[in-house]
């Protein structure tokens, strides 16, 4: 058995690829029924995207869009 590598990764670069991909899964959303499989399958992710940037950042709401007051 070999061992696996383990690639370093840059947390900056890691977090604006997460950016796109939970803002591609939002587009899913905005064009599906709502509780569909599909809408259900996109949700997941942006849930999972937002489990990860707590991790990474400790803030799960970095990606959420800020109302202005």
Same mark, same amino acid.
């Given at each position: ?11 900056? %670069? ?8 939970? /803002?591609? *899964?939002? $587009? +899913?959303? %905005? ?8 809408? /259900?399958? *996109?949700? $997941? +992710? ?24």
């Amino acid at each position: 058995m070999s061992k696996g590598r383990r690639s370093s990764f840059s947390i900056p %670069a890691a977090i604006e690829k997460l950016d796109t991909g939970r /803002k591609g *899964a939002l $587009a +899913v959303m %905005a064009g599906s029924r709502p509780f569909k499989e599909r809408y /259900k399958k *996109a949700r $997941a +992710v942006t849930e999972a995207i937002d489990d990860l940037a707590q991790d990474l950042t400790g803030d799960r709401e970095r990606f959420w869009e800020k109302v202005r007051e």
